[in-house]
């Protein structure tokens, strides 16, 4: 790419302040290209004569969006090039100054306006877009990692349970045992068989996917799959459904899935109830059963896997609450912020 002689100096320094930026081909060329960009601008702005620093509505402009994707995927972090904006402010003021002819003060005011303007208004949305890269990243990981452990607990953890259901009904059926131990081992198979159901639930939930789904309809299919023979399970949606930001709707489905596995563990006797009430900024999803309840006050270590819930809502800036009352049922409620996409 052919730089400008005016811009060559200053170039220079932003590349011996961050070589990142200056030896990587594809980021230099994009600094140039940035650059080159943010000039034009800054020209635009004096010669139409605007009078403001910053224009706040062109902060998240679609066409600068890629500069913090690009910077995401060569793993550059956004400080960089907004230290390297600090320097080209510094060092171009002068000369662009001499370049639009600015010689009065309110000219000379102006003329630092546009070019601050001009340069700042890109790293907003670069920065956003650097985050949100990253978040995907972080989402499509912790994804991977969950189907992993489930696929693990599905063909490791679960046959190995089937297989000691086996070698106990043909220890029944070769060698009749005594009394006491057909006792012992119908409460062993009993129990194997609670962990089996246990373990297939976990991998069905670990496997669990939003996707193109809105996070309603997701919650219904995975239902189906979980819970296939049982009518206790309601779903109601009230409002306009509207899609949610991938890393937001699946931690919320994971919370809501969590939820009804605690259900059937400990109230599966009793109806639950799934309600969405979705508001312009916000999505209420309530879980509310009517089984035995417990104690809040002295609730066990690990029940509910509330620790778990309420790391999860607080990744998404969701709120959690779990209310229970001895014989009167559990509720879960959560406040998920539609927020950006």
């Known amino acids: 790419m052919q730089i400008p002689e005016r811009l060559s100096p200053v170039l220079e320094r932003i590349g011996a302040a961050f070589p990142a930026l200056r030896d990587d081909p594809t980021m230099a060329a994009s600094l140039v290209e940035n650059v080159s960009s943010m000039l034009a601008d800054a020209v635009r702005r004096y010669t139409q004569g605007e009078d403001r620093s910053i224009t706040s509505d062109q902060l998240l402009a679609d066409e600068h969006l890629a500069t913090g994707a690009l910077h995401a995927e060569r793993m550059q972090h956004p400080a960089g090039a907004m230290l390297a904006a600090e320097v080209l402010f510094d060092e171009y003021l002068p000369v662009f100054v001499d370049e639009v002819g600015a010689t009065t003060t309110a000219e000379l005011l102006r003329a630092s306006r ?3 303007a001009g340069i700042w208004s890109r790293f907003p949305a670069g920065a956003v877009a650097y985050t949100e890269a990253l978040r995907q990243r972080v989402t499509t990981a912790n994804l991977e990692s969950r189907a992993q452990v489930g696929r693990d607990l599905h063909d490791r953890v679960a046959h190995g349970i089937l297989a000691g259901l086996q070698r106990i009904d043909l220890a029944l059926l070769t060698d009749p045992p005594s009394s006491e131990r057909v006792a012992l081992l119908d409460a062993a198979a009993s129990q194997l068989r609670r962990a089996l159901g246990d373990v297939q639930d976990l991998a069905v939930a670990l496997h669990a996917r939003v996707g193109d789904d809105v996070l309603d309809a997701a919650l219904v299919r995975h239902v189906r799959d979980m819970f296939p023979n049982s009518d206790r399970v309601a779903v109601e949606s009230v409002g306009t459904p509207v899609p949610l930001a991938n890393w937001r709707a699946e931690e919320s489905l994971t919370i809501i899935l969590e ?7 400990h109230a599966s006797d009793a109806a ?10 916000h999505v209420t999803v309530t879980v509310h059963d009517d089984g035995p309840g417990f104690d809040t006050t002295t609730v066990a270590e690990g029940r509910l896997g509330q620790r778990s819930m309420h790391e999860r809502a607080a990744l998404i800036d969701a709120r959690l609450d779990v209310s229970s009352t001895m014989g009167a049922g559990t509720t879960v409620t959560i406040v998920i912020p539609k927020g950006a996409m």
């Not at 939820?259 to 563990?265: G, I, R, T, V, Y």
């Not at 639950?272 to 900024?281: A, H, K, L």
């Open 114 to 116: 546009a070019l601050h």
């Open 259 to 265: 939820a009804l596995m605690n259900w059937s563990k």
């Open 272 to 281: 639950v109830r799934v309600r969405f009430e979705w508001q312009p900024d």
